[in-house]
């Protein structure tokens, strides 16, 4: 259905790209499993020097691990701990470089070398985070951040 290997020319239009895909991916669709794991499936097998890409779920104390691509990972997160507690407490996204210098780092795949988390939020509430991570340092530029949070910005509006 979808040929995701076809993004082409610079960043920013592959980015426009897989923007309109997400977009088709989910219209007429608010099922939140679905969509999930419908984007993370695209985002993964979009994009170059990934090795775990998903869905956390806020449920009322702490993030639920939802549908991803990767290896299996960390079940439950606290608001306090991680890359992803940061992004969910503090709403805003976390772009590290080097998940090792980052204190309270969790490591679910030891390959992980840089992270990129984009909190979801829906109507001021927090619905989750959408996680990104690479066995490449400083994987992720400001371009990235802003293709990624986009696609962030498709999912929660699909649950509308
Ligand atoms: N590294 C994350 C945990 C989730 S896994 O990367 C899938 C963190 O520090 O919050």
Request: net charge negative; aromatic share 8%; charged share 15%.
């Amino acid at each position: 259905m979808f040929n995701t290997s076809s993004l082409t020319g610079s960043k920013p239009e592959q980015y426009a790209q897989l923007l309109a895909q997400a977009r088709a991916l989910v219209q007429g669709e608010r099922d939140r499993i679905a969509n999930a794991a419908n984007l993370s499936a695209l985002i993964y097998h979009a994009l170059p020097q990934l090795n775990w890409a998903g869905f956390y779920f806020y449920d009322g104390t702490e993030l639920v691990v939802g549908p991803f691509q990767g290896l299996p990972a960390c079940v439950r997160i606290p608001l306090h701990k991680g890359v992803c507690g940061a992004a969910a407490s503090s709403r805003q996204t976390q772009r590290i470089d080097d998940v090792d210098a980052f204190p309270g780092h969790i490591a679910c795949d030891s390959a992980s070398r840089s992270e990129l988390v984009v909190p979801l939020l829906h109507n001021g509430q927090l619905v989750g985070v959408l996680d990104i991570d690479s066995p490449v340092t400083a994987r992720f530029d400001a371009e990235d951040q802003h293709g990624l949070e986009a696609i962030a910005q498709v999912f929660v509006e699909s649950l509308a």
